[in-house]
């Protein structure tokens, strides 16, 4: 079987956990090469794992003939311009989310893949779970009626983070906003088909300074069809949990943890009559590596020449929603 030959930008302590494994377990993808802003440090990994090319520039990776796509695994302030560079050495582009720190710049990167006729994913992995698609089919079956209401959150301590430029504004654009919460809107927009969101009020606490971001943000959204969301994100708790969950009018479906990979998670879908709760129904769930998902699926249109179901437009709505919850905040 060809294989598709990454390279990964932004080799990190994120990049070495979850995406080198991931790529290497893919049946369809390699990774041959690595980049980090040291040429020892970039040595070293690429050393102890046994990793064929090594690079401190992003430049000098994407001219790489040896190089097909490159998983860009960088500051969110640097996906931009890397992924310029890679669209304009031809390579194929999947890129961590958020897409960019604004949407001017995510608009730039999605317009530079199209002129060079490269595929483009942003990696929002939760799209490939069997948790939120068994979401989504409960609620397009009508078992728990129109949808009225949704929420969701995330929220973790930030000091357990390794990642030290998540807290830096003009690295990461955003606080917990750009980096969990980013997690939740786009599951909720998955989950029930909704393509636009016409309404954006937010509060971040701090407020934006110069250099630092919110610590804790809610969002309260109106979809283009009338259903109301609310989003919580923080770096502020004592512990890490996500949640998510959908209120119709017969009744609800609920998931704790809904985020990580390797997990066997729950569904709880509980039915009302007569003001009450009539009955609760549990459905075990189990979520492989989402990761290895998503980069076999990325893989897969690029040898195939197909269109990722993460599509630009998609992903330039998240950036666009973002941007508006920013804007408001200082209101």
């Known amino acids: 079987m060809k294989k598709i030959r990454y390279g990964i930008i932004g080799f990190g302590t994120f990049a070495e956990l979850f995406i080198m494994p991931a790529i290497r377990a893919a049946n369809n993808s390699e990774l041959v090469a690595i980049q980090k802003r040291s040429i020892d440090a970039a040595k070293m990994k690429a050393s102890e794992h046994s990793i064929p090319l090594y690079f ?102 930030v000091r357990n983070s390794k990642r030290n430029w998540v807290l830096d504004k003009h690295a990461a654009g955003g606080g917990p906003l750009f980096d969990i919460a980013i997690h939740c809107l786009d599951s909720l927009r998955f989950v029930l088909n909704d393509d636009r969101i016409q309404s954006v009020k937010s509060i971040l606490m701090p407020v934006h300074s110069a250099g630092n971001v919110e610590m804790t943000s809610v969002l309260s959204l109106q979809f283009s069809t009338g259903i109301l969301s609310t989003i919580y994100s923080s770096y502020q708790s004592s512990y890490r949990q996500g949640f998510i969950e959908f209120f119709g009018t017969k009744g609800s479906v609920s998931a704790y ?49 197909t269109k990722p179901v993460v599509t630009a437009m998609n992903s330039l709505h998240n950036q666009e929603i973002l941007e508006m919850a920013l804007n408001d905040s200082k209101k």
């Open 56 to 157: 401190d520039s992003v430049e000098a990776l994407v001219a790489s003939k040896e190089v097909d796509a490159v998983f860009i695994v960088s500051a969110n302030s640097q996906h931009h311009a890397e992924t310029l560079a890679a669209a304009a050495a031809g390579k194929h582009v999947l890129v961590e989310k958020p897409m960019a720190v604004s949407y001017a710049q995510a608009q730039e990167m999605t317009d530079a893949c199209d002129r060079a006729g490269v595929t483009f994913m942003v990696a929002h992995m939760l799209r490939f779970s069997p948790l939120l698609r068994r979401m989504k089919d409960i609620i397009q079956s009508g078992l728990i009626g129109d949808v009225t209401f949704a929420q969701s959150h995330f929220i973790y301590d």
């Open 257 to 305: 943890q809904f985020t990580p990979s390797n997990v066997d998670a729950q569904l709880e879908i509980k039915f009302g009559k007569e003001g009450k709760i009539e009955r609760v129904e549990k459905e075990d769930i189990h979520v492989p590596n989402l990761y290895i998902s998503e980069i076999e699926h990325f893989s897969e249109c690029i040898l195939n020449n």
